[in-house]
């Protein structure tokens, strides 16, 4: 069942988050404006991005889901039974369920940001596995968080599912890295999901589908900011673009605006031009190497790997 539900966000008086209100304004005044992808996830985004993994065109999750499925023997035999499993940034993550199956732990421990989200799952995921202890911590895991102190002698495995950490630029993923590394201890694994840098037509569909989703999911942040940060932003005059940066290996989420304009932000004034964009997402990419790289360069050994052909999307097993 749920333990108990930890808190560690700071809010205002207004109950807005007091980091989101710093990064709207200190991104809407770069020279390209730019908002960390973080701020998608209110109730609303995660109900898009839910939506978006269902999309034909949006292969990662299926990919990672089918990873899971065809591996979870092998999976078993590489983790072993006993271990805390802490998972990052969970949302209503439906591929946790295959984990706990394969592998038997000792306790669940969901860190994610959107609380409401946070709480729905954990409920629901105590419910489908009954003894299984479930410690939830509404935190932004890209600082070092309090774990609950049940799981302490207990041996970790990180979970870090979906790519997530392709949003950062490889400085902020490492840093990242370094943080789990230290507070899952020595003895600690990590199962983490990469995207492969792949054709640019699979990418841009995946990041730009016909039915519009990923659109609206872009769009959203605006109304988030509209909405908690009493924004008067004229959303109708944005549209949504998806590009792939090649020398980055990212595809790259923009909010393009269509004419030139002003708006507030908590009474703070902006000004945009038409074309100027507002940089919402990266979403790197990386090969085989560069993720070996960049997760011993966090402080983690790979040990394993399970890779899923078409479109390419990797699982990997690494140690502390
Ligand atoms: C949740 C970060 C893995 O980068 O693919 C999906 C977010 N953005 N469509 C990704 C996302 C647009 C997603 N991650």
Same mark, same amino acid.
């Given at each position: 069942?749920?333990?108990?539900?930890?808190?560690?966000?700071?809010?205002?008086?207004?109950?807005?988050?007091?980091?989101?209100?710093?990064?709207?304004?200190?991104? $809407?005044?770069? #020279?390209?404006?730019? =908002?960390?992808?973080? +701020?998608?996830?209110?109730?609303?985004?995660?109900?898009?991005?839910?939506?978006?993994?269902? /999309?034909?065109?949006?292969?990662?999750?299926?990919?990672?889901?089918?990873?899971?499925?065809?591996?979870?023997?092998?999976?078993?035999?590489?983790?072993?039974?006993?271990?805390?499993?802490?998972? $990052?940034?969970?949302?209503?993550?439906?591929?946790?369920?295959?984990?706990?199956?394969?592998?038997?732990?000792?306790?669940?421990?969901?860190?994610?940001?959107?609380?409401?989200?946070?709480?729905?799952?954990?409920?629901? $995921?105590?419910?489908?596995?009954?003894?299984?202890?479930?410690?939830?911590?509404?935190?932004?895991?890209?600082?070092?968080?309090?774990?609950?102190?049940?799981?302490?002698?207990?041996?970790? $495995? *990180?979970?870090?599912?979906?790519?997530?950490?392709? &949003?950062?630029?490889?400085?902020?993923? =490492?840093? /990242?890295?370094?943080? +789990?590394?230290?507070?899952?201890?020595?003895?600690?694994?990590?199962?983490?999901?990469?995207?492969?840098?792949?054709?640019?037509?699979?990418?841009?569909? #995946?990041?730009?589908?016909?039915?519009?989703?990923?659109? #609206?999911?872009? /769009? &959203?942040?605006?109304?988030?900011?509209?909405?908690?940060?009493? *924004?008067?932003?004229?959303?109708? &005059?944005?549209?949504?673009?998806?590009?792939? &940066?090649?020398?980055?290996?990212?595809?790259?989420?923009?909010?393009?605006?269509?004419?030139?304009?002003?708006?507030?932000?908590?009474?703070?004034?902006?000004?945009? #031009?038409?074309?100027?964009?507002?940089?919402?997402?990266?979403?790197?990419?990386?090969?085989?190497?560069?993720?070996?790289?960049?997760?011993?360069?966090?402080?983690?050994?790979?040990?394993?790997?399970?890779?899923?052909?078409?479109?390419?999307?990797?699982?990997? /097993?690494?140690?502390?």
């Amino acid at each position: 069942g749920v333990v108990r539900h930890l808190r560690q966000v700071d809010a205002d008086h207004a109950g807005v988050d007091v980091a989101f209100r710093a990064d709207v304004h200190a991104g $809407l005044s770069q #020279a390209q404006k730019a =908002i960390p992808a973080r +701020w998608f996830y209110d109730a609303t985004g995660s109900a898009l991005f839910e939506d978006i993994t269902a /999309l034909p065109e949006y292969y990662p999750t299926r990919s990672e889901t089918d990873l899971l499925k065809r591996h979870a023997a092998d999976l078993a035999q590489a983790i072993g039974p006993g271990r805390a499993v802490v998972e $990052l940034g969970s949302g209503s993550s439906t591929k946790t369920p295959l984990l706990l199956d394969a592998i038997s732990p000792a306790a669940y421990v969901p860190v994610d940001i959107s609380g409401d989200f946070l709480r729905d799952s954990a409920e629901q $995921l105590a419910e489908r596995f009954p003894g299984l202890p479930v410690y939830p911590v509404e935190a932004d895991f890209t600082q070092p968080v309090p774990l609950p102190r049940e799981i302490c002698p207990l041996p970790k $495995l *990180g979970f870090f599912p979906g790519s997530t950490i392709g &949003n950062m630029v490889a400085r902020t993923a =490492i840093d /990242l890295l370094r943080i +789990w590394r230290k507070a899952l201890g020595d003895g600690s694994q990590l199962l983490i999901g990469i995207d492969r840098i792949k054709d640019r037509e699979t990418l841009i569909a #995946a990041y730009d589908d016909p039915a519009g989703v990923t659109a #609206a999911f872009n /769009l &959203n942040l605006l109304e988030r900011i509209n909405r908690e940060l009493g *924004g008067d932003i004229a959303t109708a &005059n944005f549209t949504h673009r998806a590009v792939w &940066n090649d020398v980055n290996a990212r595809i790259e989420m923009h909010l393009v605006a269509e004419c030139d304009m002003d708006f507030t932000v908590d009474g703070r004034a902006y000004h945009m #031009a038409k074309g100027e964009t507002i940089h919402s997402e990266n979403s790197h990419k990386y090969g085989p190497r560069d993720a070996s790289l960049l997760l011993r360069a966090g402080g983690w050994t790979p040990v394993a790997s399970w890779d899923d052909a078409d479109p390419a999307f990797a699982l990997i /097993l690494a140690e502390a």
